[in-house]
């Protein structure tokens, strides 16, 4: 009796061991040795072969070989081919295992394309800049609508399409449809509708319904620079030749027209490739100064902003036209300032991401360069709070600026009342908020040493009207090595 127990028993258990076998036949099934790529051992889905013989998933050998290796990873001997193989064997072979184990929740990989040649790009390329020589803006949309596809498919494609000189093509081509007085577009013709149509109209139709005006030749189509500033995207950063087509008057003057009448994909586009352009390079921003309503368009930028990358590059261009000058004399602020940037910058901060506060504070650090800046400045209620809020935070940037911005407006108030004006406004209210106890602790952790200068200057600022304020907490100095 107690035998047959025990049989029922382990009858019970068996087919519990059996029912979980089959509920988790995804996690019991192995997959075969064969079909493991040997570097992630995970299941191949596209497998080359290196002319060592060895097989693995195409996108982790080539991430082997762009890190700089030159061996096989198995056998160690030198790939004299770094192209591989495919190996369609081998991956009909997965396909089929994939088939017959359906009923484990395999599902077949799909067949890879086949990757773009080099020669299939140049041939596209070619098109591009023969339509350009033609005047043929409908041709040249066509053919930098595959250019972009073929870009976008792959990061394997995307290098092959940049390294056969697509940004310099296609900024040739920016170059050459690019109005150079006003930056407006011409029209486009609508097959369809038999009619002319303008940039908003354009958006909304296919590239087979366009065609350019007659005696326009399709040059300065929105459509079409729009589609090239997109490509390039994809290509950043450019290469040197590419950015110095991009880099003249006529196409920064396109950029600022899309900055100003695009769309949001139109506006997202021509910022990530004018700041590739423009950065440290003062003969480009010197051409994008010249441009008219510039400036207007990166507030626009900030004042609306269409995504964390989109700011920061807009922040990154008004820097580096802003730092181009010597503050005492840089008119460039001044305007900024008289366009409400400051302001601007001010409620960016109160609540903003690493990238986006280290990239504002630089550019409110150079507007507080100039009377007008520190003024505008002291006179706005967030100024105080935020800088002191963004001291050890941030980053070691973000702060350094931080200090930057509080010494100039603290030294500015304090020379204004040492003229018999009231200049102990700033410092009072960096008193009131904690600048003193944070100031402290960043010389006990440690900063560059300009920043250390300032940041003990303001301690002597701050220390004077300590005592006349029952502001500081006991609490305040939890953190801090005593004695000071």
Known sequence: ??????????????????????????????????????????????????????TYDRENIERWIESGNNTCPITNRLITNQEPIPNHAIRKVIQGWCVENKSYGVDRIPTPRIPVSSVEVAGILGGVEAAVRRGDGGGCLELVGKVKDLAAESERNRRRVVASGAGRALSETFEAFSDRSTGSSAPMHCQQHDEFVFFEEQRNLGTEEL?????????????????????????????????????????????????????????????LVMKDVVSFDQQKLDALIKVEGAMEALVKLVREPICVQTTKASLSVVYNMVASMPSPNNDFARKFVDMGLVSLLLETLVDSERGVSERALAVLDELCGCDEGREKACDNALTVPVLVKKILRVSDLATEFSVSVLWKLSKSTEKKGEEGGEGSDVVVEALQVGAFQKLLLLLQVGCGEETKEKASELLKLLNLFRDKLECIDSMDFKHLKRPF
């Open 1 to 54: 009796m107690i035998l047959s127990w025990r049989r029922r028993r382990a009858a019970r258990g068996a087919g519990k061991t059996r029912d979980t076998a089959n509920r988790n036949g995804v996690a019991e099934l192995a997959i075969p040795i064969n079909f493991r790529c040997p570097i992630s051992l995970d299941l191949m889905k596209d497998p080359v072969t290196l002319s060592t013989g060895i």
């Open 211 to 271: 065609r350019p005006s007659e005696g326009c030749s399709g040059k300065n189509s929105p459509l079409l620079l729009g589609e090239i500033l997109s490509t390039l995207t994809l290509m950043l950063p450019l290469d040197e030749e590419a950015k110095s087509r991009l880099g003249s008057f006529s196409s920064l003057n396109s950029m600022v027209w899309f900055l100003k009448n695009g769309d949001l994909s139109g506006r997202r586009t021509a910022i």
